[in-house]
């Protein structure tokens, strides 16, 4: 039997007295794609939101219900641990503007305080861009900023950027 990394028990999520959710009850399975299919406006963006405790940044957003990443209630945990363990890449390509395509790569570690060596560093950069299948189209223009890039390679840059980490879990909004 496979082990669950995230389960939900009567998710409800609300934009102030508006309920977006009703009651979600979902077990995700570790090691596999889990897809969230449905019409437009249906909640699904709002859902995987919740995951990762993205729905904290919106004003008169709130859950009710329990949401456990790996036997924990992601309530318990301290918000940047729940980010470091549960990625998340946009509908939109959005890398940071004023970064390099190289620190775009590496912004989870240093948004985060962690330091890194140059060499650890520039292997995750390419072991990222590989992944995201971008490192062939990029490897001799790091140093140029992420937005510069066409709307296909930013999608795979922050893709890389949120596999840089090693979430055990990454969320997809229509990539």
Known sequence: MESTILKTEGLKAYYGETEVLRGIDIDIPRNRVTAV???????????IRCFNRMHEMVPGARIEGKIWLEGRDITSMKLIQVRRMVGMVFQKPNPFPTMSIYDNVLAGYRLSGVKL???EAQRIVEESLKKAALWEEVKDALHRRGTFLSGGQQQRLCIARALAVNPRLLLMDEP
């Open 117 to 119: 060596r140059k060499e």
């Open 37 to 47: 299919m449905g019409p437009s406006g249906c909640g699904k963006t709002t859902l």
